[in-house]
């Protein structure tokens, strides 16, 4: 398995013109957001601080990266000759950031690799991570998301991982409320959908548990009235969730959430909180011939009840009321007629894009007709 080194807490990313100078390159392919990247105040200690290095960058891509971009990358950073790659960004960059750097040492295209079809047997460059938003935990995970033709894919491997991450809060200060709130609840629903998925372990329970409760002290005063102490315990709650999907792979929510945000453009942090309290319902109401979780009916009633408890609820009733009263309280949309999708035609549109392969990791399963269900709970 492929370990990784990290570096958490405020002002450590000073800490990266050691970990530059260590790798022996002194030409850096960046990959950094469009606007991010001055405002979290990265491009200023760039400028100030590492002088001495070259730096080639790769900034033009989609919020939601497309295997065009991928491509653009990959030529990109095959004609720079650089030594390592840095990105500097939330999550979609640091996806980008990992796509193009594998992507470019294997000798097949990457569709080959999206589809399953070729296997990713060689390392790319060394990678390193600092994100600047506390939500998607890529950072921590072997896996990379790109669309084609408004499809997702999941590209999984090892080899993916960044080598080195730098997680610096003070790079999201700057963040505004709406980031931090949709960044911040898709990582408390990858925590939430870890916890419940059919891959759960001790260990990625262990980093979910960590992850909610962070989540959950945090991210209203991150949002309403930041303070260092709030971006901290959102950036490691953040990251602590991307560590327990790393392990899990997410379910439900995200599943459903993919193709609100191709085709209706809902930002994917908010596309997957409009379910998560219905999905808290659904998976805790399951019947024995429902059951796609080999460890049993028991044991998935029993893990919903622990979430339940670190909620602070009595009932997954109560926890779906809670996240409905968070969400208002973060000025995030709770109904998906609040986003533009409101007609049976918008449903069904939903509903034949959903991702099948996080869906498999739900505990309880999922008929058409179910999914149609708890769509209209939040019409």
């Known amino acids: 398995m492929k370990t990784q080194k990290e570096i958490f807490g405020a002002g450590s990313l000073k800490n990266l013109r050691e970990v530059l100078t260590n790798s ?41 990266p497309k295997i065009e971009d991928v491509k653009s990358g990959m030529e990109k950073l095959r004609k720079a000759n650089c ?17 193009v750097n594998i992507f470019s040492h294997q000798p097949d295209e990457p569709e080959s690799y999206i589809e399953g079809k070729s ?8 990678l390193i991570a600092v994100p600047t938003t506390s939500g998607a935990g890529s950072e921590a995970t072997q896996f990379a998301v790109v669309y084609r033709d408004k499809e997702k894919f999941s590209v999984l491997s090892e080899n993916i991982l960044p080598d080195k991450v730098i997680i610096d809060p003070e790079l999201t200060y700057s963040l505004p409320p709406e980031v931090t709130a949709t960044s911040g609840m898709d990582a408390l629903s990858q925590a939430v959908e870890s916890y419940w998925s059919v891959n759960s372990t ?16 945090n991210i209203d005063s991150a949002v309403n009235s930041p303070s260092s102490e709030s971006r901290a315990g959102m950036s490691k709650g953040a990251n602590k969730a991307g560590k327990a999907i790393n392990i899990t792979k997410t379910t439900a929510p995200h599943a459903i959430s993919y193709s609100m945000t191709s085709y209706f453009g809902v930002t994917h942090g908010q596309a ?39 909620f602070e609820c009595k009932n997954v009733y109560e926890v779906k009321l809670k996240l409905d ?42 008929s058409k007709k179910n999914l149609n269900t708890i769509l209209r709970n939040v019409l």
Do not use: H, W
């Not at 999905?279 to 998935?300: A, H, M, P, Q, S």
């Not at 049976?344 to 739900?362: G, P």
């Open 24 to 64: 022996g390159s002194k030409k850096i392919f960046l990959v950094t957001g469009k606007k991010s990247f001055e405002k979290s105040g990265a491009e200023k200690y760039f400028q100030e601080e590492l002088g001495e290095f070259e730096f080639v960058r790769c900034n033009e891509f989609s919020e939601n």
């Open 83 to 99: 030594g390592l790659v840095l990105a500097v960004g939330g999550g979609s960059v640091i996806d980008i950031a990992k796509l």
């Open 119 to 126: 296997e990713i047997t060689e390392r790319g460059k060394v």
């Open 202 to 217: 001790e260990e990625s329970k262990e980093y979910s548990t960590e992850a909610i409760n962070l989540i959950l002290q």
């Open 272 to 310: 997957v909180s409009l379910t998560l309290g219905e999905f808290f319902v659904y998976n805790y109401e399951i019947t024995e011939n429902e059951n796609n979780d080999k460890r049993g009916i028991k044991y998935v009633k029993d893990n919903i009840e622990e979430l339940v408890k670190l």
């Open 325 to 366: 009263r968070l969400m208002k309280r973060l000025n995030l949309r709770t109904r998906l007629s609040e986003t533009g999708i409101k007609s049976e035609n918008d449903i069904n549109i939903i509903l034949d894009n959903v991702n099948t392969e996080r869906l498999r990791n739900n505990p309880r399963l999922l």
